[in-house]
């Protein structure tokens, strides 16, 4: 070996290992900014139970079907069979061990906001923190604070099953790197405190677009096309409905009607929305009805698209 | 001759029965079902009027419907879980147990709301509820 080709072959190593550093570094797990949640209030529990039905917490982690109280068994388990993988929802009851009962408030806020665990993992997006990362710390705490009442469930399920690319959990970092803000998915100009208390409701808490929204090749949303129905994302599933306001969504409903469903679940022809729009329903039905009819303002007043799927 | 002609009738009834398709038979009482809910349910909200005889009228209706979707063995028979337009979920045919109790609690409550013959909006909220409510978890589990 020439010695012009030792020091290329060294160069080219170099190289390497400064690429894989550089992508190790970009991909290590972001927790929010330290002053952010250091200052995070001690929350409120009953406000946090607002959050908490807003939020759709039980809509995958209490048994699927529940109703009424059991609602508020956490104990996870549920499966979701998706192109991606099977991903599985975890136990966030407050059992110490089995459950998040050992966490703080800021290992919630951390976990929702950044999708980062306690000890430092990514979650898989299917946990919808690219979402909930346009959510209020306060809001976090609050639903802290309510969560604290809840019961602690033992048991952990049976792990998921996420094939290869997506098993490499450091891939996610690069995933949020390019996907995981903080914005708000569309730019309403003008828009009244109701529409931007909707805009918090859809776009942060209830994480509508996670399911009403097409994503691209790499799972992520695709903002021009927000809200416009998407493919479903489990493998058995129907297309989730437009519900933008144009032709092909919801245009031709009134705010009442689009009110009267997100209470009662039925279309303003009385058909009744099932899948994992039943659960949704149910959530929402708990809130109060001023946030119904913000989210109805805010459905209204976003851009219309022709369907996404 | 009588006899004969009743032969072949009920030669023929049976074979409409059994080349009818089931699909189309389980969605045509739905959007019978639907139909009906488009009267009851407006007035449930109060944005129709509260008028007794139409109420009791479109219950009757709403019953004799049920009662008639609780063959299950007829309108959701195996095989039947794919092709057409079905939008029955697996469900229906891997918890059969369940979704027979579906069907029948959703007959039996709206046999209630008939055989109560509500005479004032509150009366009818009070039978309707119920009965409405079994759409959303019926559909949750067992609707595509």
Not at chain 2, 117 to 140: K, M, T, W
Request: aromatic residues 8%; glycine residues 10%; proline residues 6%.
């Amino acid at each position: 070996m020439t010695s012009r080709s030792s020091y290329l072959l060294l160069a080219g190593a170099a190289l390497v290992a400064a690429a894989a550093g550089a992508l190790w570094f970009a991909s290590a797990p972001q927790r929010l900014d330290a002053a952010l949640v250091e200052d995070m209030p001690t929350g409120d529990a009953a406000r946090g139970e607002m959050v908490f039905w807003a939020a759709g917490c039980a809509s995958c982690h209490a048994e699927s079907g529940a109703t009424g109280d059991d609602r508020l068994v956490l104990a996870g388990g549920t499966r979701f069979e998706t192109p991606f993988g099977t991903f599985v929802a975890p136990n966030i009851s407050q059992h110490s061990d089995d459950g998040i009962g050992a966490w703080s408030a800021e290992d919630l806020a951390n976990a929702m906001m950044r999708g980062v665990s306690p000890e430092g993992r990514h979650y898989y997006p299917a946990f919808p923190y690219a979402s909930y990362a346009r959510m209020q710390v306060e809001d976090v705490a609050d639903l802290y604070a309510f969560m604290q009442s809840l019961p602690a469930v033992e048991g952990i399920a049976a792990p998921g099953d996420v094939g290869f690319p997506f098993n490499v959990r450091r891939g996610i970092g690069l995933w949020k790197r390019l996907f995981l803000d903080d914005q708000p998915a569309v730019a309403l100009d003008d828009a009244s405190q109701q529409v931007l208390r909707g805009q918090y409701l859809v776009e942060a808490m209830g994480h509508c677009g996670e399911c009403h929204t097409p994503r691209n090749a790499l799972g992520a949303l695709d903002a021009s096309q927000w809200l416009a129905g998407a493919a479903p994302l489990e493998v058995e599933g129907r297309p989730v409905p437009n519900i933008s306001p144009g032709e092909d969504g919801i245009g031709g409903w009134s705010e009442d009607e689009i009110v009267a469903l997100l209470e009662s679940g039925f279309t303003p022809e009385f058909d009744s929305v099932g899948g994992t729009m039943a659960a949704v329903v149910r959530n929402l039905a708990e809130l109060p009805a001023d946030d119904r009819e913000a989210i109805a303002a805010y459905l209204k007043a976003i851009p219309a698209h022709p369907n996404g799927y | 001759m009588r006899f004969l002609v009743c032969v072949a009738t009920a030669i023929s009834l049976s074979a409409v029965a059994a080349s009818a398709d089931p699909i189309e038979d389980r969605q045509a009482l739905m959007k019978e079902r639907g139909a009906v809910m488009r009267i009851l349910g407006p007035i449930a909200q109060g944005r129709e009027p509260f008028e007794a005889d139409k109420v009791l009228e479109a219950l009757e209706e709403l019953n004799a419907n049920a009662q008639a979707t609780t063959d299950v063995d007829a309108l959701w028979p195996e095989g039947s879980d794919s092709g057409g337009d079905n939008d029955s979920a697996p469900a229906v045919w891997e918890d059969r147990e369940g979704f027979v109790a579906a069907t029948n609690k959703y007959a039996a409550d709206a046999a209630a709301a008939a055989e109560a013959a509500p005479q004032d909006l509150e009366a009818f909220r009070a039978v309707f509820g119920p009965v409405a409510s079994n759409c959303g978890s019926c559909h949750e589990a067992y609707r595509l």
